[in-house]
Structures are given as C-alpha cells and as structure tokens.
C-alpha cells in the first residue's frame, strides 16, 4: 500500500508508523518470560530460598514426627512401665532385658524414660503434636480477629479509624501473664465443674484449664498486630480504581472488604500469620514451664522441660530434649516465615 508522505511542516501524522507490523516483525518480537499469576511468582520465588526450604522440610520432619509417628509408636504417653523409672536413652530396665534374653523383641526407649516409667519419645512428640495446634489455633484466631477488625478501621477511616486505633492502643498497655494468672484462677472451679458434671465438656480436662486461658488470651489481646497491619493495607487499597467502580456499582461495604480490600491483602496476612506462629508456640512453652499450660497427664514442651530442670544433674537429656525441639520448631517457622515474607512481599521484589 502506498501513502504519501505529508509536508514536512504539516501537522498531518505520517500514516506510514501506523501500518500493521509484518509477519518478520512479530517474529522479532522477544519475550522475555511469559506471564505468570502473583501466587505462582511467590512460589518460584520461594523455591529458591534455599534457606526457607530447607526450615520447610524441617517443619515437614516436625509435622510427621508429631502427627503421624504416634499412631504405631509402641509405647504410650500416658502409661507407666513399671521396673521403667528414670531409664538412659537406649537402656533397657531389668524386666526387659529377661524379655530380650529369652528371644522376644523389645522396642527401645529412644530417649530413656522419667520418673514414673513413662516413655520420653513418645511424650516428646505428643508435646511437640500440643504445641503446634497451639500454635496453629492461635494463629488463626489472631488471623480472623485482627484482619477483620483492622479492615473495618481501614476501610471508614476518620472517626471510626480513631475510635477502633486507641482500643487498640489500650489492649497494646495490657499484661498478657496477669491476665492468664487471673482466667485460671478464675476459670478453673466452674470449668472443672462443668467437665465432672457433664460428658459433652469432658474434653476441658483434657485439655486443661491453663490453656483454654491461652486461647482465650490470645483472642481477647494477641491480635493487635494483625489488626495494625491489615489496617494500613487497607488504607493504601481502598484508594484504588476498582474499589471506586466497586462503590459507584452500589457494592455494600461488607462486599468491597472481603471481595477485595481482603484478597488483595491475603499476601501479608498469610505471611504475618505465619510469623505468629512461633511466638504462639514460645508463649505456650513458657506458660507450660511455669505451671500455667497443659495439665498432666498430658505433655508439652514446655512441661518437659520443666519436669526435666528437677533432674538436670544426673539427667541432663530431659531437659535438652525439649529445648531443642522448641528451639527448632520456632527457629524453622521464623526462618520459612521470612521465606514467604520475601517472596511475597511486593516491595521486596527486585
């Protein structure tokens, strides 16, 4: 097709620049990597942190071990092999060695036993089982309250955003300790009560008084943090153009929260998440050791502990024990946690 050039000093557009490209041009077209989706780009990301993967695969091992392991353990957690008392790790007590002598297969204590016979493998890892759905539970209380709550302040702002920020404040001045000292103290006849005398609530002894106030503390003041992040999300978010059309639409404000100020936050929530977890789990594990956790006869890290610290000088490996799972637990989620936060993070992005 031939088109004539205009006059130099014209301000007609030279129509020759708007010709179709050929096909030799489309084929000199280079790509550079082809498009990819925000949680794809996270992930590829993330595998190559070699670091955060490695915290993974341990976090993985932990999981198992937890989970999975105790289910065809041989030993119990909560049983007590008499002539078994204050056993080393791989040492046998004088009834099962004759059992070994006479041909029938005995398991090893993997980790020796305690005071009263009871197998410590298998208490570490229904310790370690405790501490994660601690972890995990509080986590996502923290998740769904302080994202929830942090929204609605983001998305009113003024004097609603005011109002909702010095609450927060005031929970901020709050003593987390005081107040589970005060909830078990509180808490512990009427609910003891209530699981003696009805079935269906059998499971708060179980559980134990000491951590149900863990919950409910965790709820009531740990989700402040979430809440100011969620928030100042939101204030960036709701300025944009598709929560604009979304208004001009007749979206309610429920609607424009979850269906697009959340989504389009749910990178740094699951991130910020995940960083909660272990401060969860070393919030249990302190509370646990100083007798303010999970009852008996059911373990926790950090009761481990505490029952190891009486025999440290002829049993140090009590003691040890749990302290490096909970060291390990909480360095593999703080490290994977930075992993995602890296990766997903769109600031961080090179």
Not at 35 to 46: E, H, I, K, M
Not at 146 to 174: A, E, H, K, N, P
Not at 338 to 344: E, S, V
Request: glycine share 8%.
């Amino acid at each position: 097709m031939n088109i004539k050039k205009p006059n130099p000093i014209s301000l007609q557009p030279d129509l020759s620049m708007f010709l179709p490209a050929t096909e030799e041009e489309k084929q000199s077209l280079n790509v550079m990597r082809e498009s990819v989706g925000f949680w794809r780009d996270g992930a590829r990301r993330l595998k190559k942190n070699k670091l955060a993967m490695f915290s993974l695969f341990i976090i993985i091992v932990i999981i198992l071990l937890a989970f999975v392991v105790p289910s065809f353990y041989p030993y119990n957690y909560k049983v007590q092999i008499r002539g078994s008392e204050s056993l080393f790790p791989m040492q046998y007590s004088a009834t099962e060695q004759k059992l070994i002598d006479s041909g029938t297969s005995v398991f090893p204590h993997l980790l020796g036993t305690d005071n009263l016979g009871r197998d410590l493998a298998i208490r570490m890892m229904m310790g370690s089982r405790i501490s994660l759905l601690v972890g995990l539970v509080c986590s996502a209380l923290i998740m769904l309250i302080g994202s929830t709550y942090g929204s609605i302040s983001g998305y009113f702002g003024g004097r609603t955003d005011q109002i909702m920020m010095r609450i927060v404040d005031l929970i901020y001045t709050v003593p987390d300790l005081i107040i589970i000292i005060l909830l078990s103290a509180t808490l512990k006849p009427p609910l003891k009560d209530l699981a003696d005398t009805n079935k269906a609530f059998a499971w708060i002894n179980v559980l134990g008084v000491g951590l149900i106030c863990i919950f409910i503390v965790f709820a009531l003041l740990y989700w402040v943090g979430m809440a100011r992040i969620v928030r100042s999300q939101v204030l960036s978010l709701k300025e944009q153009e598709y929560v604009t059309a979304a208004r001009a639409l007749g979206a309610k404000p429920s609607r424009i929260i979850t269906k697009h100020l959340l989504k389009n936050s749910i990178g740094i929530i699951i991130v910020t998440t995940t960083l909660q977890i272990p401060a969860a789990i070393f919030t249990e594990s302190f509370l646990s050791f100083i007798g303010l956790g999970v009852s008996a006869p059911m373990p926790s890290l950090g009761s481990l502990a505490s029952e190891g610290i009486k025999g440290l000088a002829s049993y140090p490996h009590r003691l040890l024990a749990p302290a490096i799972m909970i060291s390990l637990i909480i360095l593999s989620l703080n490290l994977f946690g930075d992993g995602l936060r890296d990766a997903f993070d769109p600031k961080l992005k090179k």
